[in-house]
């Protein structure tokens, strides 16, 4: 248990998309440095609209978010980038008309002249994007596109990476890999928080997450525990995996 | 198992008991890049398939071509003894051939309850001079009705039935696509990753709901990514790769094949993630 | 000009038949774009047809009343499939591009020499209005006094008549739209493919919407020239399209309200402000303006209502927010 300030640090957040609705009802969630947080839960329950008020693009309309200690609350989405913070929306995540160099570009472009050293760090983790960085996004799969638009949120060197379920839409090879690739980026040092529907992958590989439930963080704890806890099978986890 | 559905070995494209689909030389081309290119498949009646495979490897675009969404280069199909090749969309579905979409397409701007009202067919009130004489259409209007809200419940979407679908999270989006689907009594429903997105505690209820679709007799082929699901309720695989069908046969053969294995499947299917090696990078800063 | 012959002035356009010749318009237009997502900007050829159809069919072909409402409803149902059958098959924007087209097209048409015959070229057609004014049941010296406005037995006649035939298409299209025929029309509206996937014609759909809605706009370009038994080309230039989409936004597109709310707002805002603005210039208040520019600052101020219209209220009076807020 650190008792660093957390990276991120969201408080008892009301939050909504459409005016007088909330979506949250008191979501609370805390990220420690160098911490991958999984947020799972069922449909309808928040989780990309967590995610989502955290980098600005859904209106907070009480609580707070602190990154580092500092008030970030409804701040624009630009101001974020700059303060390191990267977040991978789940589609429409690469501009398909550009190479993947480009989009990896388009990635630095508040500070282009990082681009060599970050785009080494990127292709260590995703050596296929330095092979085929001419080919243009738009002819990828979209396991490929997914890998593309994580690299790009590495471009700026984010001290915290948001992932809007990074597995969706993958077959299982590849959501292993993106599982594999995620631990990766967080053992570089980058605070990840990821939401994903594929609950039983998230926990094998997170220190905490949090379960989301009807706009409130209804249960937390780490990986394994809500993995072996019979009540989050129950309602959340599902047992096929055991039939 | 695997001699109830098909004829002799279970191999690409071989042939079944009693199909309801069969499908020939389906090419999809666009420019230089085969998308599709089955040689032969048929689908079994009355039985769930499973359709799986990477990203990429032309099951979207086959349902397409399938459903007349999209022409093909080539090819003819016969579903239930009609040739359905060249026939526009909104006829097939008419035939009893119905699909949802990958990207669903939920009606964001009518509510729930007439999204699924929208999906029965035959619908008298649809004509134009008809649907001035509402004693004509009224009464088919409380059956459709009635209809709709059995299948709310069964799919739990009962409570949001007067919201708007746009108010909808991903995955309930996902499951009224599915229960307007069947508000048209199809003979072969198609579903494009009916369960991506929905939670998994939600699926498992579901995959009970599409066993009894095979019950009623509804023939179902669905694409999929997750195995366990796959495993759990169909009775036949198809995998395709690179546009052609690659393999075919009962769920626990296909899953074993090492080729499957290595090209979708992945060897950490039953493995712990957390405790797979992974190499170490130096922190970027 | 005292305050009650502003407020006259003001409340003789809310009723005029030229407002409803607008209204009827923007009520077919709400049909196309309001209901299914149909681009039309050349309503000014479906509303001209009409009153070109009435005009030609009684001057010409010597028809009754009721065959020359006819005539003129089919001219506009022929334009609408001759527009509709090639392009309603491809994205929206191609039946936008052909609508502007047609519409120019039409009235360069039947202002020329070529069609003069016919259609009395630039100088257009008049007096086709001696059977309808016939049927006027109202007794000849009948008057009735609006404020400092004076309308004769004819007048009133005309006004009755033009609103009973809003309250008619209103009627027609509430009850269309609310029938499960009105619901295909919303899925086409906001996804084509979803609603083909569950077995509906969409092309079908979509023609239809389109010669509906086109010959309501006739029987508004009849209306519209029936008051002054003219119809000139000059009527149906671009000014008229874009007036008609003016109200319809301001009003509300999915609405019946809408449009005859916008129409008579519009309308009687523009009338209103000529006159105020015509007071202060007479009085020196506005040492900048000459007395013959104060027509011409009303459409600067159409250009303005219109591009504030659809950054901060898109949906108008009467439109649904929520409807228009999952488009974005």
Known sequence: MTNQTPVVEALDLHAGYLPGINILNGCSLVANQGELIGIIGPNGAGKSTLLKSIFGQVNIRSGHVKLNGEDITNLKANKLV???????????????????????????????KTFDERFDFVTSI????????????????????????????????????????????????????AFLRVREVNAAGVTVIMVEQNARRCLQICDRAYVLDQGTDAHTGTGRELLNDPKMVELYLGNLAEL | MANEIAIGAAAPGCKKVDPILVADHVIRQFGGLTAVNVEHVEIPRGKITALIGPNGAGKTTFFNLLTGFDKPNSGTWIFDGKNLAGVPSFKVARRGMIRTFQLTKALSLLTV?????LGAQRQLGEGFWASFARPLWKAQETQITTKADELLKRFKLDAKREDYAGSLSGGQRKLLEMARALMGDPKLVMLDEPMAGVNPALTQSLLEHIKDLKSNGTTVLFVEHDMHMV??????????????????????????DQAVIDAYLGAHADTDLGTVEIKAIKAGK | MDLIGILSLAGNELISPMTVGYILCGIGLAVHFGYTGLLNFGQAAFAALGGYGFAIATLDFGWNIWGSILFGLLCSMGFAAILGIPTLRLRADYLAIVTIAAAQALRFYVGSSTAEPITGGSAGVSQFGEEFYGLNPLPEDFTWNLGTVAFTSDEIWMRIVAWVVVGIAVVFILALTRSPWGRVLKGIREDEDAVRALGKNVFSYKLQALVIGGSIASLGGMVFVMSSQTNQPSNWGTNFTFITWTILLLGGAATMLGPIVGGMVFFGMMTLIESVLGVLVDAGLMPFLAIEQVAQIRFLLVGLILMILVIFRPQGFFGNKKEIQFNG
Not at chain 1, 87 to 110: D, K, W
Not at chain 2, 231 to 248: F, L, P, T
Request: proline content about 8%.
């Open chain 1, 82 to 112: 700059e303060k390191g913070v990267a977040f991978v929306p789940q589609t429409n995540n690469v501009f398909p008309s550009l190479t993947i160099q480009e989009n990896l570009e388009m990635g630095v472009f508040q500070n282009p």
């Open chain 2, 231 to 256: 495993r759990h309720i169909s009775d036949w695989v198809i995998v395709m790769a690179e546009g052609k069908i690659v393999a075919e046969g009962p769920p626990a053969q296909v899953m074993s």
């Open chain 2, 113 to 117: 309850i007439d999204n699924m009202r």
């Open chain 1, 126 to 177: 995703f050596p296929a994007l330095g092979e085929r960085r001419a080919q243009k996004a738009g002819s990828l799969s979209g396991g490929e596109r997914q890998m593309v638009a994580m690299g790009r949120a590495l471009m700026i060197d984010p001290s915290v990476l948001l992932l809007d379920e990074p597995s969706a839409g993958l077959s299982p090879v590849r959501q292993d890999e």
